[in-house]
């Protein structure tokens, strides 16, 4: 399975946008880019996925790079709420996810 | 949207009981589903992959009689944990692949497990 690496933690404040990146520079060409996240206690909840292109949905954007080897989370406008670990995982079709460390998010008031 | 609902949410037994931990897909039929383990501060560990009617794919390293997968419908699988011990302790979580929509999958709530 393609690896993915992103950062241990990052800060952000509240109503502020934040940029989680993913670095895959292994993806292959049928891999597609899933976002999940959890909350404390709670299992994970999908954000986002793609293959190629720049997706958008009412919780967040997901930019790819032109080379698919990088890809960004973008959450426009954080709030409390969207503190939790955020895991970019790369999965060919209907395969099981394998979950990598994941960013963990905390968001100041 | 898919809703997948686990239950018990969280159980306490006693050493050297079993457990049985259910997932169940509410609105879509889900011919595949996943079992994760996660302990405190630590990600995800995928366990097995269950298939309606088939036996369970294990991951290297997870006992398959020990865990016990049954997929015997399309909306309803069990991990069963036998012979529980202390150690087994953990926070279960399901999947299911929800088919239609691009592959995204949906998870259930999790089951905190604790064995005493």
């Known amino acids: 399975d393609a690896k993915t690496t992103q950062p241990n933690s990052m800060e952000s404040n509240e109503e502020e946008p934040v940029h989680l990146p993913c670095n895959h520079s292994?993806?292959?060409?049928?891999?597609?880019i899933h976002w999940y996240r959890q909350l404390p206690s709670q299992g994970p909840e999908y954000v986002i996925h793609g293959l190629t292109s720049n997706v958008n949905n009412r919780m967040a954007s997901l930019a790819i790079a032109e080379d698919r080897k990088s890809s960004t989370l973008i959450l426009h406008r954080a709030t409390l709420r969207d503190a939790a670990v955020y895991y970019c995982?790369?999965?060919?079709?209907?395969?099981?996810?394998?979950f990598g460390q994941g960013t963990r998010l905390t968001i100041n008031p | 949207g898919a809703v997948v609902s686990q239950h018990p949410s969280w159980v306490i037994c006693k050493s050297g009981t079993s457990v049985k931990i259910e997932c169940r897909s509410l609105?879509?039929?889900?011919?595949?589903m996943f079992w994760y383990r996660q302990f405190p501060k630590q990600s995800l560990m995928l366990m097995a992959t269950s298939n309606e009617g088939s036996k369970a794919t294990y991951e290297q390293g997870v006992e398959k009689d020990k865990f016990l997968i049954n997929h015997a419908s399309l909306t309803l699988s069990t991990l069963t944990v036998t012979s529980a011990h202390p150690e087994d302790s953990s926070f279960y979580i399901c999947?299911?692949?929800?088919?239609?929509?691009?592959?995204?999958?949906?998870f259930g709530s999790g089951t905190r497990l604790t064995v005493v």
């Open positions: 292994t993806i292959s060409g049928t891999d597609y």
């Open positions: 995982i790369l999965t060919k079709g209907a395969q099981k996810l394998v």
């Open positions: 999947s299911a692949l929800t088919v239609g929509t691009n592959y995204g999958y949906t």
């Open positions: 609105d879509f039929q889900a011919t595949t």
